[in-house]
């Protein structure tokens, strides 16, 4: 079998520059380190408190602090998770209990599809350039389920509020389940106006996951949300209680205390360093971005005629430098992903500097032998 994307991530945890994932690696603020530093006291506290005082507590601070203020409301219903890889696995096993057919974009990170597809779902591409903006007459599965990602990664396009409005139209028209993977919401501000307010106004059944994993450096200490609007017909309660308990209060009362700093300027800081590393990454790639109005954590390249990413990204792991080549994304089309390469933005700037530079020596070097 294939390596997938995490194989690809999983072996630039070993030795060089990483630049694969998109999981926070930069240094922590100083208030930040505050709260890591208080975690003893933290465990003790929540041993004190039950687990769905914290849990509700934890959601609320952190949608709210995003934007997302009709998630809170009482017909809303909601599981706390490890990830949001495991909240796409649960949904993926309840689709195929419910027996419907799965519409989901491309491009996108490739385990959404595995995930599906593992539970033997027959899942059919559409390109988002034709979900964003494009007739839905064809795209949306009549009785089925649409699966999108917004902001979605990598190309860091939203779904906007207008947008939004006619997909929930079409998928209440047609008794179609919207899903929506909403991961990298606290990275981009036009991704904050409140979603669950739109859907809300539609006889409509939808499920949104919400994550922290892709926010704060804290070694993977993580929640996701999965989110679900009352009478949906997947059996998303059933497919939880198969997974797992419940999240671990101690991570959700971290989330909690990292919402309140994100909101009191945290968020600010998280946005302003990804954009002050976007900066410097296209000013040390020699390349142009694939996805200019891109503002999550990650930025991808248009590689010059004759580079394939492949074997680019082979090439540059023998000199320990790690990125994320473009086919994987495309998991229904990998030819169209081959001419990209894509980088984290999420590092402390000297390591998003040294690996761009390696990365522009590296083809600096080719564009020499190709000259000659």
């Known amino acids: 079998m294939p390596d997938n994307i995490t194989d690809l991530e999983v072996k630039a945890l070993i030795d060089g520059v990483n630049l694969s994932d998109g999981h926070p690696r930069m240094s922590l603020s100083d208030s930040q380190s505050e709260i890591v530093a208080a975690f003893s ?26 934007g997302q203020h009709a998630a809170l409301a009482e017909d809303v219903e909601f ?35 595995d995930l599906l597809a593992g539970h033997g779902l027959t899942i059919r591409s559409v390109a988002e350039d034709e979900l964003a903006t494009g007739s839905l007459a064809e795209v949306v599965p009549a009785h089925g389920v649409l699966f999108t990602v917004s902001p979605n990664n990598p190309t860091g396009t939203v779904i906007g509020a207008d947008r939004l409005h006619e997909l929930a139209a079409a998928c209440a028209e047609r008794g179609t389940v919207l899903v929506i993977d909403s991961c990298f919401r606290a990275q981009d501000l036009r991704a904050q106006y409140d979603m ?32 679900w609007n009352a009478g949906n017909p997947l059996p998303l309660a059933r497919m939880y209680s198969d997974h797992m308990l419940s999240a671990s209060p101690f991570i959700l009362r971290v989330v909690e205390l990292f919402a309140e700093d994100g909101r009191h300027g945290g968020y600010d800081r998280l946005r302003g360093g990804i954009q002050s590393n976007r900066t410097l990454a296209r000013e040390h790639i020699n390349l142009a971005p694939a996805y200019p109005e891109s503002r999550i954590s990650v930025d991808t390249f248009r590689l010059p005629d004759g580079v394939e990413a492949g074997a680019l990204y082979a090439e540059l792991g023998e000199v320990g430098v790690h990125v994320l080549p473009g ?46």
């Open 41 to 66: 006291d933290i465990f003790a506290e929540t041993r004190k408190v039950p687990v769905d005082v914290v849990e509700r507590a934890a959601r609320s601070a952190f949608l709210s602090s995003i």
């Open 196 to 227: 669950y307010a739109v859907l809300g106004r539609y006889e409509l059944d939808w499920a949104i996951i919400e994550d922290t994993g892709k926010l704060w450096p804290l070694q993977e200490l993580k929640t996701g949300f999965l989110n």
């Open 79 to 113: 599981r706390s998770c490890y990830s949001s890889s495991t909240a796409i696995d649960m949904i993926g096993k309840a689709i195929r209990l419910a027996g419907r057919e799965v519409v989901m974009v491309e491009p996108t990170f490739d385990n959404l599809h």
């Open 327 to 372: 086919e994987l994304f495309y998991w229904a089309q990998p030819k169209l992903g081959t001419d990209l390469i894509r980088i984290s933005l999420a590092r402390d700037p000297e390591a998003v500097v040294t690996g761009c530079r390696r990365v522009d020596q590296h083809l600096e070097a080719w564009r020499r032998v190709v000259i000659r």
